[in-house]
């Protein structure tokens, strides 16, 4: 009896944006059966020799990664096949039950190995930001295993005590630690929402996330003040300096999202930009102070073009490593400037945004009119709240926040 598997790209179909399927194609006898790997890619992507992705594909940040995982299923399904052969019972099977078989997870779902797939559909869906911290947990959990992948039962209440302390014995942080349990949680989640794991396994039901109270980062109306009067004397410190006040003009917007800034954006003298972590729409009216900056970055550019200048390429992974790189450049010049003008507390990227908020508190703006947590914990009840104003009202309280003129 003939048993095969191969990765093919279906090109029988097309989807609407130009891509195919990519699925496993078996032959068991000369007959063929299909099973979706549940990715997609355009053909110029795709060497059907190597039965692997091409350097040239932009769906996957790593493509050697996702490369090896497809063989990986590539095999487990030929091994099953294999077992079903030895056991006489794959040549009595119509190609419906085998589909069936081969569609249950009999194998345990191994934590690395799902990790890998759950990065891989995050780069495939452009969520970019996503894969890399989870890529990051994940290698983080394979230093702690030695590299050995182990089934996600295996994941219970006492592995995450272990975990937790091994990294914690590592000099690593509780925000850390916060962030990469957090992390592994979500994982879990999805596993059972793909029903590869049974809810009964859950390992977070008596577990607390810890973590620390961060120390507020807000700065003071006065060391504002004393920011927006510093005359920087390297281009460095001049980006710097215009980064922050943009991103403490437009209400504390973060750095990616100013980082994202087309031409386009300006309309009728207000800026209106989709925020990246929520896809909420913003529309801010804007000041004196934030025209000139704004107008100083826009000189020769087209509707189309970022306005500042951090982004270059047109491939969304490179934009994520653009936006990193500069983000290091600019809070390391924000320190700088924070030391030169005087001011106690160290200015980071993310002072603008609690900044701002800080600052409306004080100035008597409703606790209604600002997200309070700054997109954390409350930003949802918040924000049903913001829904109902109308746009002067919050611009009216807006222009109080900007008017950094010394009283």
């Known amino acids: 009896m003939s048993v095969s598997v191969k990765i093919e790209l279906d090109r029988r179909n097309i ?45 996957f940040e790593n493509i050697n990664r996702f490369n090896n995982w497809l063989h990986k299923e590539k095999s487990k399904i030929l091994n099953r096949l294999l077992v079903l052969q030895e056991e006489g019972n794959l040549e009595r099977l119509s190609v419906n039950d085998l589909k069936n078989s081969l569609a249950q997870k009999s194998e345990e779902v ?51 005590k272990k975990y937790e302390a091994w990294y914690l014995s590592k000099g690593n942080t509780f925000n850390g630690l916060s962030v990469n349990m957090r992390t ?14 049974s809810q009964e396994y859950y390992p977070f039901k008596d577990y607390t996330i810890r973590k620390e109270e961060t120390r507020k980062r807000a700065i003071s109306r006065e060391d504002l003040i004393r920011f927006l009067q510093y005359e920087p004397t390297t281009e460095r410190h001049k980006r710097a300096k215009d980064y922050f006040l943009t991103s403490f003009y437009l209400m504390g917007a973060s750095f990616v999202d100013i980082a994202f800034l087309k031409c ?4 009728n003298n207000r800026v209106e930009y989709k925020r990246q972590k929520t896809g909420k729409l913003h529309s801010i ?10 107008e100083k970055y826009s000189i020769g550019k087209k509707e189309n073009d970022f306005i500042l200048g951090v982004v ?20 390391r010049s924000l320190k700088e400037i924070s030391a030169l003008c005087g001011i106690e507390s160290s200015i980071s990227s993310y002072v603008a945004r609690h900044s701002y908020a800080t600052n409306a508190k004080k100035l008597g703006v409703p606790t209604a009119v600002i997200s309070e947590a700054l997109g954390h914990k409350t930003e949802n009840t ?23 003129t010394p009283k």
């Not at 995050?122 to 030695?146: C, H, I, P, T, W």
């Not at 592994?184 to 794991?197: D, F, H, P, T, V």
């Open 15 to 59: 989807k609407t944006d130009g891509r195919h399927s990519l699925k496993l194609l078996i032959v068991v006898n000369r007959r063929p059966l299909r099973i979706s790997l549940g990715y997609s890619l355009f053909s110029k992507d795709w060497n059907e020799k190597l039965q692997n992705v091409r350097a040239t594909s932009k769906d």
């Open 110 to 160: 191994l934590t690395l190995e799902f990790f890998a797939s759950v990065i891989s559909e995050m780069e495939q869906s452009k969520r970019y930001g996503n894969a890399r911290v989870y890529y990051l947990v994940s290698r983080s959990v394979a230093n702690f295993v030695d590299k050995k992948d182990f089934p996600l039962k295996q994941l219970t209440f006492k592995w995450l």
């Open 184 to 197: 592994i949680r979500s994982l879990y989640n999805i596993a059972i929402k793909q029903n590869k794991i």
């Open 264 to 267: 386009k954006n300006i309309i």
């Open 285 to 294: 009216p804007i000041s004196k102070a934030l025209k000139e900056i704004l």
């Open 312 to 331: 270059k390429s047109d491939y969304p992974k490179k934009q994520l490593i653009e936006i990193q790189d500069e983000l290091r450049r600019y809070n």
């Open 382 to 404: 918040t924000q049903v709240y913001l829904d109902s104003f109308d746009n002067t009202i919050v611009d009216k309280y807006h222009e109080l926040v900007v008017d950094l």
